[in-house]
């Protein structure tokens, strides 16, 4: 069983930084498998916010490329969400995804203008 743990969420003002977190547990090979950060924002579907691959190539979202860093450390079985600029539209639940099956439990971020 893989279990997903978000953490780093919560208010800050437009143009502020914030760091996400996804801690995984269970019996993984975390480093074989990609990893994802999505959002969902009241009312609107949830979408693909960044990605990086078990090689260490990324992708981002439009709205977010230049922004947003993620990156993995496969020792501590974490991938984390570096999050600069911070605009109202970034507030959602933030969502880690591990090998495209797992999702954790999700964490809020609200960015107030």
């Known amino acids: 069983q893989v279990q997903l743990v978000e953490s780093g969420g919560g208010l800050v003002q437009a143009g502020g930084s914030l760091r996400l977190s996804c801690a995984a547990s269970?019996?993984?090979?975390?480093?074989?498998?990609?990893l994802g950060w999505y959002r969902q924002a009241p009312g609107k579907q949830r979408e693909l916010v960044a990605r990086i691959a078990s090689g260490g190539s990324t992708n981002y979202a439009a709205s977010v490329l230049g922004r947003f860093t993620i990156s993995r450390d496969n020792d501590k079985k974490t991938v984390y969400l570096q999050m600069n600029s911070l605009k109202s539209e970034d507030t959602a639940v933030y969502y880690c995804n591990y090998g495209a099956i797992y999702w954790g439990k999700g964490t809020l971020v609200t960015v107030s203008s």
């Open positions: 269970g019996s993984i090979s975390f480093s074989n498998y990609g």
